[in-house]
């Protein structure tokens, strides 16, 4: 056997061509350095025109503000040495634990040298377009272990430029960064059973510690990759070296993971949410029967309006959790050709398992529900049969909200049984497999394409006397709210006002924030000044007493408002309420009116 025969081998497969074999097995780094460059460039032309946002603009949609201050948050607080796991800069002056919080503290540290350089939007948008070709790598590296090189290829790309995972790095960052790490536990977990020795039990513990430090949703889903490689390693020949290696890589995820550990248990008040709130989400954010294999809403971009609605027969859920016809079509084909082989049947009872999974508590066929042997969950009908039923009713598993999210797991099995008949094709006909390949790239990517729309990244003209004032006061914007998860407190609140926190360094009333103890909400709900607003927003009878008014300027002025931005039209009884509480108008620039605090 040559050398470099053995060199690829090693990497799981043998290739058929001698001179590629040859040039991978001189120039491994390379090799991987080519092959990360072209995902990385197909994710970006398959996200067209999110590359261009680049230029200052984002999604007009408060996730994608909310990223953005989290790159601010964690850049600021690498600078300054301060806890990131908790703020005074939301739900200001009382402030919010932010360790069961969407807050990507792995990214924001990776990318604070862009954020401080370039700016917090800058970086979001910049790890939106990198996000596609990365988990189309980390994927590609996973099924190099069982496929041959065009089929590995294949997998990555179906896996990594999905419908379902580039509409998440569109719009669910941290979902999508969370992602990555779920081929990145298989790889570490296969390779662990198969050469067992400590510095691989090292690297698959780092891995989850990561993985925990991007998102503490995807660390559920990589447990369960972890549990479905090694499970028959470690039943089937038990042994006391396997025991000590799966400790020493539990002790190094705790090690990497620390910090966010010890923040998630002195913040488990956060994790109360409403028994009837949660219900009403397990129910929400399924997906439906034949909905999760229809054709992708992507085709619509290609004038192919037909097809692409015919994913909205189902129900209205979160994201784009289809398959597609395509992946499916081909993994398909992959269970035909790999019938006789163990690993086939894994993959689609894998896949199949969690398709299951993620149709949730309820069957949806079209829109249409059923609910056999229905148990009764806080005024909300979920099915005994189903899974999911029973999957969030084990401990710590109550907040696991959307099962659609299950999805990420299924797109592995899938793609690896996708790349199993790319394999198959390329070795019978390149001409067939080309096309094959136009085909399937009408479903890969996500655009703007039907979205509300994009917001800038900046308001110069409203913001530049704020950032101009240093005194740390706080900015009230109208409309006040608290945003996020189970969370809905006050008027939905324009994307804009977060951004524009980043900016001027100014801490805010409002916040949007994944989980929120009920102790913070009811603790900012009880502040006058807030309190009387939240009501004139509502269209709620306030009273005009002058005690009342003399307590909401007395609230305001020890809290420090400084500034009140109304993004809506203001009305006369907000200016009446903000006149007598000791504010007065000072500029309007961009439809945005800003209140200042009157002099004495």
Known sequence: MTAARRAAGAGGYVSSDAPATWWAARHPVLRHAVILVGYLALGIAVTWPRVTYLAGKLPNARDSAEYTWDMWWMARQLLHLGNPFTTRYMIAPVGTPLAYHALMPLAGVLMAPVTIAAGPAFSANLLTVLLPGLLCYVMYRAARLWLAGP??????????????MTWRSWYELNIAAGTVFLP?????AVRLRRNPAWWRAVVLGAVLGLCLLADSESTILALIVLAAALMTWIVRQPAVRKIGLLALAAAVGVLVAL??????LQQ??????????????????????????????RLASFGLTGLSSIFYHGIETEGVPTFGVTLTAMALLGVLIGVRRRRTWMWLVAWLAVCVVSLGPVIYLGSRAYV???????????SELMPYTWIVHLPGMSGFRESNRFNALGLMPAAMLAGLAVEWIWARSRAALLVVACVCALEFGWS?????????????????????????????????????????????????????????NHPRAIGHVARVPPATVAAWQAHPFYGDLLRIE???????????????????????????????????????????????????????????????
Do not use: C
């Not at 003209?461 to 004032?469: F, N, R, S």
């Open 184 to 188: 990145l536990t298989l790889e570490a």
């Open 259 to 264: 910090p966010q550990i010890i923040a998630m």
């Open 448 to 504: 703007s394409a039907g979205t509300p729309g994009t917001m800038p990244t900046g308001l110069p003209a409203v913001d530049a006397p704020i950032a101009a004032d240093h005194s740390g006061s706080v900015v009230v914007d109208v409309p006040l709210a608290i945003r996020g998860g189970t969370v809905q407190v006050g008027a939905a609140f324009p994307g804009e006002a977060l951004v524009l926190a980043t900016l001027d």
């Open 538 to 600: 509502q269209g709620w009878p306030t009273s005009e007493s002058a005690a009342t008014m003399k307590a909401a300027a007395a609230d305001a002025r020890r809290i420090n408002v400084g500034w009140v931005l109304v993004w809506v039209p203001v009305t006369p009884e907000l200016n009446h309420f903000l006149t007598q509480s000791g504010f007065r108008f000072g500029y309007r620039a961009d439809g945005v009116s800003v209140y200042r605090p009157a002099p004495h």
């Open 268 to 297: 488990t008040s956060a994790l109360a949410v409403s028994p009837h709130e949660l219900a009403y989400d397990y129910v929400t954010y399924g997906v439906a029967l034949p909905q999760m294999f229809a054709p992708s809403p």
């Open 151 to 164: 089929g590995a290829y294949a997998a990555g790309l179906f896996f990594g430029l999905s419908s379902i």
């Open 372 to 382: 056999p042997m229905p148990i009764n969950d806080h005024g909300y009908k979920l």
